[in-house]
Nanobody, 114 residues
Framework: QVQLVESGGGLVQAGGSLRLSCAAS????????MGWYRQAPGKQRELVAT??????HYADSVKGRFTISRDNAKNTVYLQMNSLKPEDTAVYYC?????????WGQGTQVTVSS
């Protein structure tokens, strides 16, 4: 089993920045790709960014504003979010893959006020 704990969410004004962290624990040997997803009220969960073997992928809506990074020594993935917009408001979830299984964190709320 893999446990994922997110932190760093909160309330920020439009144009501001937040940094999300996701720490993995448990059976983390052979931990694969990690990423961030988000779900706004009334909408489906959507991909924000992923990182695997150093290769990153971003949703078009966050390219140039968000940066995903990973510290393998700390088993932690980060999401630096700059130039935040009200439409970025959502619950942000961390996801990790390991040996054909997918694990999710509990989510952290990000609210961007206009």
């Amino acid at each position: 089993q893999v446990q994922l704990v997110e932190s760093g969410g909160g309330l920020v004004q439009a144009g501001g920045s937040l940094r999300l962290s996701c720490a993995a624990s448990g059976s983390i040997f052979n931990l694969g790709a990690m990423g961030w997803y988000r779900q706004a009220p009334g909408k489906q969960r959507e991909l924000v960014a992923t990182i695997a073997s150093g290769i990153t992928h971003y949703a078009d809506s966050v390219k140039g504003r968000f940066t995903i990074s990973r510290d393998n020594a700390k088993n932690t993935v980060y999401l630096q979010m700059n130039s935040l917009k009200p439409e970025d408001t959502a619950v942000y979830y961390c996801k990790a893959d390991r040996l054909l299984r997918t694990y999710w964190g509990q989510g952290t709320q990000v609210t961007v006020s206009s």
